[in-house]
Nanobody, 122 residues
């Protein structure tokens, strides 16, 4: 129902930075919260970060706190994930996800993008 334009993935050396972006095709009650999950090879999908459009509250998984920063541009209906001090363990496919609220987001979200590859070399 919601289409995403995702960009910013790529290959970077450990300690480097990348900036992901995700633009949603439309704003609905189902995308009040936007952010990312990721999935590394052989691992389950993992919550990464999210931001509320209504409150601007941000949420992060413990492993990225202090290194990643999520932000939003309401005019462009776009969210950004600035990823600094990248580690090899951050290597994964990153999926843009939207949900009606943070609880719904953490439980799996409502709409998922196609994903973008982030590869960190050690």
């Amino acid at each position: 129902q919601v289409q995403f334009v995702e960009s910013g993935g790529g290959l970077v050396q450990a300690g480097g930075s990348l900036r992901l972006s995700c633009a949603a095709s439309r704003r609905t009650f189902s995308n009040n919260v936007m952010g990312w999950f990721r999935q590394a090879p052989g691992k389950e999908r993992e919550f990464v970060a999210a931001i509320s459009r209504q409150t601007s509250n941000t949420y992060y998984t413990d492993s990225v706190k202090g290194r990643f920063a999520i932000s939003r541009d309401d005019v462009k209906n776009t969210v950004y994930l600035q990823m600094n001090s990248l580690k090899f363990e951050d290597t994964a496919v990153y999926y843009c996800v939207t949900a009606a609220g943070i609880a719904t987001f953490r439980s799996g979200g409502d709409s998922w993008g196609q994903g973008t590859q982030v590869t960190v070399s050690s």
